[in-house]
């Protein structure tokens, strides 16, 4: 019997199986693929998601195969100078290529005590009051207390439950990959800044060793966007975009994608819920997707905790999708007009030029800063203090950094005043008496996922607010 099994072992899944472990949860993953896939789906991280690892002790790590580029550029491949003064102590995007992304999240995973398990292909599921049935590919049949599905765009669990996946279907398509390209590099260089003039798509990425990847748009839509793309396709296409194909050869990997946008119905039904990709896709413009189903995964992590250690607040579980699936709406939107941005189309290519007129103001390219890095998002939690459902950027503090208090995974009252009390709650919250000269008010109550749950100076005020997030005081509904 475990208390969650995650169907998917990419970073939303590991991601939340070392969130739970935090709680001592007992933790499986199953994924279907025996071994990690080679392609590189994203590129980087961006701020949100720097901060979660940095919250978790794991940014170090990430740094170390990494590299910081400045923030510009990133909202429709419009160039920009980087902004000063973003709210953040991480102002950059950490260039890091998803399959180390994976391994450092599923090493993190195994090292935190999640049971993780591939080749191992989920095919079906029943629930009941009490918990969840899981039948594996070779007839293995398990249980436990909650199941998560964070098995991609295609997923297994989402079908199985039957939840509706509306959305518009791809009208587009681009062929991805890695491969040795021949030519000189300069020739390449200067093809593709020339086909870049009209055709924002194509690309070809000097990766080292004569490697590139490469993208161009594909002819159409291929019947099966599972098969991947056979090189002389790509040959083609560069021909058909460049004049060339650059002496393409021996590909490291080939891949396509397209630009459907589908936002799953419900997150949860009963014990089972949606994370990742499972809940949402859309067109990777923007580099949004991995670092959407992360936050995912920190937003649900401590509640699911919270109600397998029976002290969680009558519909806190809920509030994950309360939470998560309108940032996911919102990804959605942005990745819209993005791909509309990058279309060769007289229309568009006006409504390009306008946007980058505004965004010369700093309020416009701030605001698509924020929201491309998600430190923009902000949670309704009502009526109150500016930060109130905001993440609170990591600050400096006597005795060290905010962030560095925030590696268990619980609760944190951050109380300037010296006075305050989480007495009741101290199972659930840490209580860090320490003033922070950047913060402009003398207390806040971060939950375990680095949002504003209170602030102010008020005892009863917070006695108040606990209960909300943190369930009775004692430790049991």
Same mark, same amino acid.
């Given at each position: 019997?475990?208390?969650?099994?995650?169907?998917?072992?990419?970073?939303?899944?590991?991601?939340?199986?070392?969130?739970?472990?935090?709680?001592?949860?007992?933790?499986?993953?199953?994924?279907?693929?025996?071994?990690?896939?080679?392609?590189?789906?994203?590129?980087?991280?961006?701020?949100?998601?720097i901060e979660v690892m940095d919250q978790r002790g794991l940014l170090e790590r990430f740094l170390a195969h990494g590299r910081r580029h400045p923030i510009g550029g990133h909202f429709a491949g419009i160039?920009?100078?980087?902004?000063?003064?973003?709210d953040t102590a991480h102002p950059y995007i950490l260039g890091i290529p998803q399959t180390i992304t994976d391994r450092l999240l599923a090493e993190h995973a195994a090292e935190a005590g999640a049971d993780i398990r591939r080749g191992?292909?989920?095919?079906?599921?029943?629930?009941?009051?009490?918990?969840?049935?899981?039948?594996?590919?070779?007839?293995?049949?398990?249980?436990?207390?909650?199941?998560?599905g964070c098995d991609g765009g295609r997923s297994t669990v989402r079908k199985?439950?039957?939840?509706?996946?509306?959305?518009?279907?791809?009208?587009?398509?681009?062929?991805?990959?890695?491969?040795? %390209?021949? +030519? @000189?590099?300069?020739?390449?260089? #200067?093809?593709?800044?020339?086909? =870049?003039?009209?055709?924002?798509?194509? /690309?070809?990425?000097?990766?080292?060793?004569?490697?590139?990847?490469?993208?161009?748009?594909?002819?159409? %839509?291929? +019947? @099966?966007?599972?098969?991947?793309? #056979?090189?002389?396709?790509?040959? =083609?296409?560069?021909?058909?975009?460049? /004049?060339?194909?650059f002496g393409a050869r021996e590909p490291r990997w080939l891949s396509r994608f397209g630009d459907a946008t589908r936002l799953a119905e419900r997150y949860r039904v009963g014990r089972v819920l949606l994370a990742g990709d499972a809940a949402h896709i859309h067109p990777p413009v923007g580099g949004q997707g991995l670092n959407l189903g992360i936050q995912d995964a920190v937003n649900l992590g401590w509640k699911l905790a919270a109600e397998l250690g029976g002290w969680a607040p009558e519909g806190l579980l809920d509030s994950y999708q309360a939470e998560r699936r309108p940032v996911a709406a919102d990804v959605l939107d942005n990745t819209r007009a993005q791909m509309a941005l990058l279309s060769t189309e007289p229309g568009p290519r006006a409504v390009r030029r306008l946007l980058s007129e505004l965004m010369d103001f700093e309020e416009v390219?701030?605001?698509?800063?924020?929201?491309?890095?998600?430190?923009?998002?902000?949670?309704?939690?009502?009526?109150?203090?500016?930060?109130?459902?905001?993440?609170?950027?990591?600050?400096?503090?006597?005795?060290?950094?905010?962030?560095?208090?925030?590696?268990?995974?619980?609760?944190?009252?951050?109380?300037?005043?010296?006075r305050l009390s989480v007495a009741g709650w101290a199972d659930r919250v840490d209580h860090?008496?320490?003033?922070?000269?950047?913060?402009?008010?003398?207390?806040?109550?971060l939950r375990p996922d680095g949002h504003v749950a209170w602030a102010g100076d008020d005892q009863?005020?917070?006695?108040?607010?606990?209960?909300?997030?943190?369930?009775?005081?004692?430790g049991h509904r």
């Open positions: 019997m475990f208390d969650v099994i995650i169907a998917g072992g990419g970073p939303t899944g590991s991601m939340l199986a070392a969130e739970l472990r935090l709680h001592d949860a007992r933790v499986l993953v199953v994924e279907k693929e025996a071994e990690p896939p080679p392609y590189v789906r994203s590129l980087g991280l961006h701020i949100r998601s160039a920009k100078p980087p902004l000063d003064r973003l191992c292909a989920l095919v079906g599921l029943s629930q009941d009051e009490d918990g969840v049935s899981a039948e594996l590919a070779d007839g293995t049949r398990l249980r436990s207390r909650y199941l998560v199985l439950l039957g939840v509706a996946f509306p959305g518009e279907p791809a009208t587009t398509e681009t062929l991805l990959g890695e491969m040795e %390209l021949t +030519e @000189d590099p300069e020739t390449i260089a #200067a093809v593709v800044a020339e086909v =870049r003039k009209t055709q924002l798509v194509f /690309g070809a990425i000097p990766l080292g060793d004569g490697v590139y990847r490469v993208g161009v748009p594909a002819e159409g %839509l291929a +019947e @099966d966007r599972a098969v991947p793309p #056979a090189l002389e396709e790509f040959r =083609r296409q560069l021909r058909v975009w460049a /004049g060339t194909d390219h701030r605001h698509l800063i924020e929201k491309i890095t998600a430190i923009g998002v902000r949670y309704d939690f009502g009526e109150g203090h500016h930060l109130l459902g905001r993440r609170m950027r990591d600050v400096r503090l006597k005795r060290g950094r905010l962030y560095e208090l925030m590696r268990g995974g619980r609760g944190l009252l951050l109380d300037g005043t010296g860090v008496s320490d003033a922070a000269e950047e913060l402009d008010v003398p207390a806040v109550l009863q005020e917070l006695l108040d607010r606990l209960p909300r997030w943190f369930g009775a005081a004692g």
